[in-house]
């Protein structure tokens, strides 16, 4: 059988590459260059990567291919991305990628090439169509996998779904990979390690506000309200002076009509809080075991423990989502994604917030 994987130059896909071949596929390899604006050395690691990757294929003897996906890559990811800082919600691109790109693009292309299944060094698991979470519970990435195709699923392996991080690094490390000591690429690659407002200052027009506490009061001007997130406590430019308390400000709501940030100071605030949210339809994995509403679990960001909630059924093309318990700083723009114990169930994007 032959797979063609999807090879960064970080250590997993190297080592998945080093697996595959253990388990006795035809192996082949696939660097894909997904931006090509800006890039240069300053911001973008490409260069390096196709060098490490193809250092690792040369050293375990399998074929790499080379794949520029930038123009698939700006009209049905940086686009939609772009569209949603400008509307004031904030957006994952990691998601939009693997299911426009990783698992539909690179699939596609393989396919072309005569892959039986592709694979990468996601850390999940599929069985029989369903995506579970990998053994590296602290590494595990179905929260960003959750809106692939589940027929591309079907045709994936995640050979390191079944291994310790460190356990992979020790593999990479025996076998003398180039990879075995390279950093986890972190942020959003296009950004890489730039300024994340100097980087979204050249795509989209600044548009300066007022902040405001939650009772109305001038507190200062914000920038643009693109430039902020709900929860944000950094970067917001407001003295102590502006109140008795001695506690930090952070980002509660967003007033786009007015254009006006709304800040309230403690990390415990109540305005932080919400008791559920609506979201747009659902993308499930597989088919549901019973019709809603279902009782499940779910979390709004990837560094989240699951929390236990009810979906309803759609009204007007909306689910609305409660929690157990009161859930902070929920963010139009992101993801809730469901679970039922191991396995992801899919999920939606958050559209309000129902305090």
Not at 13 to 33: R, T
Not at 56 to 85: G, M, P, S, T
């Amino acid at each position: 059988m032959k797979v063609i994987l999807g090879m960064s130059g970080g250590v997993d896909s190297s080592v998945a590459a080093w697996l595959l071949k253990e388990q006795g596929y035809d192996v082949e390899g696939l660097f894909m260059k997904n931006w090509e604006q800006d890039d240069t050395n300053d911001y973008c690691a490409a260069a390096q990567d196709l060098a490490d990757a193809q250092a690792v294929c040369d050293q375990l003897h399998i074929k790499l291919h080379a794949v520029n996906f930038a123009q698939a890559y700006w009209d049905r990811v940086f686009a939609l991305f772009l569209a949603e800082y400008k509307a004031g919600r904030t957006p994952n691109p990691d998601i939009l990628c693997n299911k426009e790109i990783k698992f539909k693009a690179f699939l596609e292309h393989a396919e072309s090439l005569g892959a039986d299944y592709i694979a990468t060094g996601h850390y999940a698991k599929v069985d029989q169509g369903r995506l579970l979470k990998s053994k590296d519970r602290d590494k595990d990435q179905t929260y960003f996998l959750h809106a692939v195709n589940p027929e591309a699923l079907k045709k994936t392996l995640f050979p390191v779904g079944e291994y310790l991080k460190q356990e992979i690094r020790e593999i990479a490390k025996e076998l003398n990979l180039v990879t075995h000591h390279k950093k986890d690429s972190t942020g959003i690659c296009f950004i890489g390690e730039r300024r994340f407002k100097t980087f979204l200052q050249e795509y989209l027009l600044t548009k300066p506000g007022d902040i405001i506490d939650t009772q109305g009061k001038h507190l200062g001007t914000h920038h643009g309200l693109m430039f902020h997130t709900i929860g944000q406590r950094q970067g917001l430019g407001i003295g102590g002076g502006h109140s008795s308390l001695n506690e930090p400000w952070y980002v509660v709501d967003k007033d786009m009509t007015n254009n006006t940030l709304i800040v309230a100071q403690g990390a415990d605030h109540p305005m932080l809080f919400a008791q559920g949210l609506t979201c747009g339809e659902i993308h499930w994995l597989t088919p549901l075991k019973s019709e809603l509403p279902l009782t499940c679990y779910a979390k709004i960001r990837y560094r989240q423990t699951e929390q236990a909630c009810i979906i309803s059924p759609p009204d007007k093309g909306q689910h609305h989502v409660i929690f157990s318990v009161p859930q902070r700083a929920i963010t139009p723009g992101q993801y809730i994604v469901f679970y039922d114990k191991n396995q992801c169930l899919g999920g939606a994007v958050i559209e309000q917030i129902i305090r």
